[in-house]
């Protein structure tokens, strides 16, 4: 009997439209670096996230890094962010021997508790320490609450980056995610809502940020017909052929995220009333993309803790993961400055992210509700 196909986390969903680009981006003769495309995904791009103008990049981490490099951080710096997040937001700021100094969570949201940054951007002016920047965590696709953060980062004077690489397609207090810090960067990594294979974006309202960032990403070449460098810059640019791909998946973005939702509007109805499982949800005051749904394993209720459901499913041919290890827990980052850190470190302990890519059929999610059923020892209901 042949087995099941693999059921992915969070798969590209591509279609005819992306197709369609792709070819004519092909047959244009626009190959690489830039092109017509790159220049409408642009516009595109700064249109869903609602802001004015958007520099298209190679990765959601070139974009990290560029934003950093605009507000100045320089080494010996300070950065806040969420210890709760993927890699590249610490990484970045290490790009330019900055230190991170990593704030605990959200237990509702999962992202940036307010409160304890008000606490040390408090205590650091105090002592004349003022961080460069604060840097938030659109955390699965759930925006920070940005009416409490960004007065606190206004009242100092710190700017605030919105790293909104998981969440594209979600909104906070109706605006779509992208809008809310001074600058934003997001991310179309093949595992995001929307993809162009590898690439990013930084967006904002200032156009002398995003210029300047489409300087320093062309290897900040001057305007003249020989190369010219008068300053140290990067190969960030995307290509003309990923910018069209990119253009089908946002003409297909509320499509998209209308399946994500779908898939976490399932996991919620098929899990309710199981004992210590608990999905993260919507904030109050904006709308998750669900570009991941998750949830938290009580093993003292389910009978089973969360790395048992997870070999489970892995041994079925589904694909599931723990949520992101803190970065306070990281090898990598002892000894950087945390506050808190007990509710992140818990929501790794017990956090799962379940499939929830965008082509997930009703098939395919009936064959994890099934395989989740099943887990030897859990205590579900029959």
Not at 336 to 361: H, N, Q
Request: hydrophobic letters at 45%; glycine letters at 10%; a negative charge.
């Amino acid at each position: 009997m042949a087995s099941l196909p693999r059921i992915y986390l969070s798969p590209p969903d591509v279609g005819p439209l992306e197709r369609e680009l792709l070819l004519d981006a092909f047959d244009s003769g626009w190959i690489a670096p830039l092109g017509p495309h790159v220049d409408a995904f642009e516009r595109e791009v700064a249109a869903a996230a609602g802001v004015a103008h958007a520099a298209a990049l190679s990765s959601g981490t070139a974009a990290l890094h560029l934003a950093l490099l605009l507000l100045g951080v320089r080494p010996g710096d300070r950065v806040v962010t969420s210890t709760l997040t993927f890699a590249a937001t610490a990484n970045a700021i290490r790009y330019l021997g900055a230190e991170p100094v990593f704030l605990d969570v959200d237990p509702g949201t999962w992202t940036l508790d307010p409160a304890l940054l008000e606490a040390e951007l408090d205590e650091a002016a105090d002592r004349g320490e003022l961080p460069r920047a604060v840097v938030s965590v659109d955390l699965y696709g759930v925006p920070c609450d940005y009416e409490r953060i960004r007065p606190v980062c206004g009242r100092h004077g710190v700017p605030l980056l919105q790293d909104a690489a998981e969440a594209l397609g979600a909104t906070h207090e109706g605006r779509p995610v992208g809008a809310q810090g001074d600058l934003a960067v997001l991310s179309f990594n093949g595992n995001k809502i929307a993809t162009t294979s590898g690439g990013g974006a930084l967006v904002s309202d200032r156009l002398e940020w995003i210029e300047r960032a489409r300087f320093l990403a062309t290897q900040a070449r001057e305007p003249v017909a020989h190369y010219e460098h008068r300053e140290v810059g990067f190969n960030y640019r995307l290509s003309n052929l990923l910018a069209a791909v990119g253009r089908g998946q946002l003409g297909r973005l509320p499509e998209l995220v209308a399946a994500r939702r779908a898939n976490r509007a399932f996991y919620q109805r098929s899990l309710a009333g199981w004992p210590g499982v608990e999905l993260l949800g919507e904030p109050p005051y904006g709308a998750s993309n669900a570009w991941l749904t998750c949830a938290l394993l009580d093993p003292a209720e389910l009978g089973v803790d969360r790395e048992q459901v997870r070999v489970h499913l892995e041994a079925g041919g589904i694909e599931s993961r723990p949520v992101w290890k803190p970065m306070h827990l990281q090898p990598v980052y002892q000894g950087c400055r945390v506050r808190g850190g007990e509710v992140a470190a818990a929501l790794f302990e017990r956090g799962l992210c379940l499939p929830s890519g965008s082509g997930l059929s009703e098939g395919d999610r009936e064959r994890v509700l099934s395989a989740l059923r099943s887990v030897p020892g859990a205590r579900v209901p029959n």
